[in-house]
């Protein structure tokens, strides 16, 4: 497109030449100074680790393994055994007749006999059951 086209007289103004760019001379180095050694930071006094993060050190995640399967199935297998025994029986504990769920008579039955092994177990044993 040439100037008549647009009207404008730019012939008179004068051109200016662009400067070249100076070189740009690098930053002096600053010489580093060594700082001192770093310390990690220090919490001032101890403080007692909570009741959950004591109980989370003790929890140990358990690997599932053959045993582990095992487990959880014989845990299966009694839970649906409870669970289909729900009809209600009479149960006599102590001299009182209970109308109680099968399943939860077959736990107080356990509980018990677990606590009269328990007793029997713990106390002291005579001389003649020692053999002296």
């Known amino acids: ?3 008549d086209d647009l009207d404008l007289d730019l012939d008179d103004e004068p051109v200016i030449p662009a400067k070249p760019a100076k070189p740009t ?5 600053v010489k580093a100074v060594p700082s001192p050694a770093a ?3 220090v919490a001032v006094g101890t403080k007692a680790p909570s009741l959950l993060a004591r ?3 003790y929890v140990k995640r358990p690997q599932f393994n053959g045993r582990t399967f ?3 199935l014989l845990a299966l297998l009694a839970l649906v055994i409870l669970a289909e025994n729900f009809a209600p029986v009479r ?4 001299g009182l007749a209970l109308e109680l769920p099968k399943a939860l008579c077959f736990l107080i ?3 018990l ?3 009269l092994m328990w007793w029997w177990l713990r106390r002291p044993t005579s001389p003649v059951e020692a053999g002296k």
Do not use: N
């Open 109 to 111: 039955d356990v509980a």
């Open 1 to 3: 497109m040439r100037d």
């Open 25 to 29: 001379k690098p930053a002096p180095a």
């Open 113 to 115: 006999g677990a606590a």
């Open 39 to 41: 310390k990690p930071a």
């Open 70 to 72: 095992l487990t959880l």
């Open 55 to 57: 109980a989370k050190s």
């Open 91 to 94: 149960f006599y504990l102590l």
